[in-house]
């Protein structure tokens, strides 16, 4: 064997790798300066917090005309920033979260219609926050 033939072949033992080669470098500066632009012009500082995101349960005790709201888990939330509305559109006070001295964390409850209410209809919690507002967790009645 010659040692020539070792490093020369004919064109049906040629191997596609150069090509390969070149579709994976091409790839490779695309991404580079997608993620570079990005930084650049700042495009991910744009990226919002959006509303808390956090589990709640709503809940209806035995007998009774009351309507109780949970936060079961998830992001702690602000009371300010939390208000419940009912489908007249009547906005409900949510200052007074038991279990929470300031921020609302998993656990804490609010009694949203108490007894000497009539209970009915869609009731939601509100979070405004930010220039923004969020329907957190909705309960029909």
């Known amino acids: ?11 049906s033992e040629r191997a596609v790798s150069p090509v390969i080669g070149v579709i994976l ?15 650049v012009l700042g495009l991910g500082d744009q990226v919002q917090q959006t509303s ?8 209806e005790p035995d007998s009774s005309a009351k309507l109780i709201v949970t936060h079961e888990g998830g992001d702690s939330v602000d009371p300010a920033d939390l208000s419940f509305t009912n489908d007249a559109g009547n906005s409900i006070n949510s200052d007074t979260w038991s279990g929470s001295t300031s921020d609302v964390t998993a656990g804490s409850s609010y009694t949203v219609v108490s007894s000497s209410e009539t209970l009915g209809g869609t009731y939601r919690l509100i979070w405004s926050g930010d220039g923004q ?6 309960y029909e009645a």
């Open 25 to 39: 470098m091409v790839a490779i500066t695309v991404i580079l300066a997608a993620v570079i632009g990005t930084f």
């Open 1 to 11: 064997m010659k040692i020539t033939e070792l490093f020369t072949a004919d064109d």
């Open 133 to 138: 507002s969020s329907t957190l967790s909705t």
């Open 52 to 59: 808390p995101n956090a589990q709640w349960n709503w809940d």
